[in-house]
């Protein structure tokens, strides 16, 4: 079964109201219904859990994951059991090494390559692609680990600045990615919203582009179908 992705820039004008309209197809009408949270990418994930909480109240059981505090065993249980994955922003490097180095990563991309919802956002997003060169964030961590979720055969990009010269900036340095890779990159301006689903990627909403090695980015339009 092909991925099902929802992917964004940011999590909506309001408090996620992007993420949860995202989630709620797939715990609407559902008897105890969870998402399973992984705010990875964080040190300081507990400053939004409760605003994530309220989010989501009335919806959805939200069931934190935390790779230093529980076992690899206890955090698989909570994803087979989820409707719906989700995952926020914050360091990509970060996210990605605390999932490789726990041993989730292989399960996590199992579920995820076989169809279980998931909806992330910013450094989320970025680590669906085959793999997370294209974040922007400090690689603090000092992680080893660059290989993400390879759900989808794009990189992703996102927070694409709206201005010209800011622009011109992040296409030079996306440039430089495909001196060492071929495969294309999305690039998501803050409210884009890119979604995978039966083997299709679509630009559901917002501006963003598709940036193909040795060619010009390509503007897509909302509904439009992302090829290869």
């Avoid at 940011?10 to 008897?31: F, H, M, N, T």
């Avoid at 909480?53 to 994951?65: H, M, P, R, Y």
């Avoid at 340095?173 to 999305?186: E, G, K, R, S, T």
Wanted: aromatic fraction near 10%; glycine fraction near 8%.
């Amino acid at each position: 079964m092909p991925a099902n992705l929802h992917l964004f820039s940011s999590p909506g004008e309001r408090d996620l109201d992007d993420i949860v309209d995202a989630c709620r197809p797939y715990v609407e009408g559902k008897e105890e219904p969870t998402i399973a949270y992984l705010p990875l990418a964080s040190l300081y994930a507990e400053r939004w859990l409760e605003m994530t909480e309220d989010a989501f109240k009335g919806l959805a059981e939200l069931k934190t994951i935390n790779t230093e505090l529980m076992t690899p065993k206890a955090i698989e249980s909570i994803i087979r059991d989820a409707q719906v994955v989700y995952v926020p922003g914050g360091n990509t490097f970060l996210l990605n090494h605390r999932l490789h180095a726990s041993g989730v990563m292989p399960f996590l991309q199992k579920r995820i390559q076989a169809g279980l919802p998931y909806v992330g956002f910013s450094a989320g997003a970025i680590l669906c692609g085959p793999n997370i060169l294209t974040s922007k964030d400090l690689n603090a961590v000092s992680t080893a680990f660059f290989k993400g979720l390879n759900a989808i055969p794009f990189n992703v990009s996102p927070h694409y600045p709206l201005d010209g010269y800011g622009q011109s900036v992040k296409d030079d340095w996306l440039a430089d990615y495909h001196f060492f890779h071929d495969n294309p990159v999305i690039i998501m301006c803050d409210g884009a919203y890119v979604k995978t689903e039966k083997g299709k990627t679509t630009l559901v909403r917002g501006e963003a582009y598709v940036l193909r090695k040795d060619s010009e980015k390509e503007r897509l339009e909302e509904g439009q179908q992302i090829a290869l």
